[in-house]
């Protein structure tokens, strides 16, 4: 569902100095449009129409979504990546229905595997940049780490269709079966479990998911010693999650899977990241100038509205 945005235009501007005046700052100076307007949307008292508007620049004749929508991705095409950050774009101002979805969804159904699900990079990328730790192959399988999140948003947003059910099918055999994982995977499980129709089910899923995360040691519990948790193969240095990184609103089940001081400690952790500039740093590897310029925005917005969620002061 959408958020009420934070203030209205009548509404006196954020603290000077405070966290939410920084990051507008660093916002108006770095961020796409669509980041801008997503921005003002959720602090600013914004329009969703702006937001919607900005975001139809990436939406492709096919229904899906490209354009580097998902800046690690370049290129014109429609992506299931792009794809999924449109529909969580257009979750989050109340507009994830209607005519819109309905296309979406006739684009995933193009695109899905024999099994249902979603492939993380569709060969139709290939002639494109795109960053070296998502390759593409010429017959990618299907995986949770795209699907898990399309499936959950559209569920959360009560959409009915066809591609749901077998999709829904792959998410529940690929989350009942994990046995080793890795943080991105665990975050498109959670973003697939928090709204699953089967509540029961989900619940039961959500907690073995999380005594894999503390067993494998997924999660940096004491962010004054990240050196004490592993990263994960293939990851960058440096590139840890922190209880936040899953549970990114209280009543997510990943919630559950933290102490109230872990997760106080993590949100202490996400506060201090905020830089200089005003903006939060990628702890991913950055692989080109354009697509970490324009990553930082979007970090930056999600930031703020996961410390908003807990309670955290922005204005002063």
Not at 39 to 44: G, K, R, T, W
Not at 150 to 174: D, Y
Not at 179 to 189: C, F, G, L, N, R
Not at 210 to 227: F, N, T, Y
Request: glycine share 8%; charged share 25%; proline share 9%.
């Amino acid at each position: 569902m959408a958020e009420k945005p934070l203030s209205s235009p009548s509404s006196p501007p954020p603290a000077p100095g405070s966290p939410l005046a920084r990051a507008e700052r660093f916002v108006w100076l770095t961020a796409r449009v669509l980041e801008q307007r997503r921005f003002a949307y959720h602090f600013l008292r914004g329009g969703a129409d702006e937001v919607e508007a900005a975001l139809t620049a990436y939406l492709d004749e096919d229904g899906g979504y490209g354009h580097g929508l998902e800046p690690d991705l370049r290129g014109p095409v429609s992506q299931p990546l792009h794809t999924a950050h449109a529909l969580r774009v257009l979750d989050s101002i109340g507009r994830c229905g209607g005519l819109r979805v309905e296309r979406i969804c006739r684009y995933l159904t193009a695109v899905s595997t024999h099994e249902g699900a979603l492939p993380a990079i569709h060969p139709s990328q290939r002639g494109y940049p795109s960053a070296p730790f998502v390759p593409v192959v010429d017959d990618p399988p299907g995986e949770l780490l795209s699907t898990g999140p399309v499936v959950g948003t559209l569920h959360r947003n009560q959409v009915w269709h066809a591609w749901l059910f077998r999709a829904t099918e792959f998410c529940w055999a690929a989350v009942e079966s994990l046995e080793k994982s890795h943080p991105y995977e665990v975050q498109a499980a959670v973003a697939f479990l928090d709204s699953a129709p089967d509540r029961q089910r989900a619940e039961a899923a959500a907690d073995r998911l999380g005594r894999l995360v503390r067993d494998q040691r997924l999660a940096v519990l004491d962010p004054d010693h990240p050196e004490e948790f592993p990263v994960a193969d293939g990851y960058a240095p440096g590139e840890h999650h922190y209880p936040h990184d899953y549970a990114r609103v209280p009543d997510s089940l990943a919630r559950g899977w933290f102490t109230d001081e872990e997760l106080s400690r993590s949100l202490d952790f996400l506060a201090a990241e905020q830089a200089e500039d005003g903006g939060w740093p990628i702890r991913w590897r950055a692989w080109a100038p354009g697509s970490a310029l324009e990553w930082r925005p979007i970090v930056t917005i999600e930031a703020l509205r996961t410390l908003r969620a807990y309670g955290r002061p922005l204005d002063g």
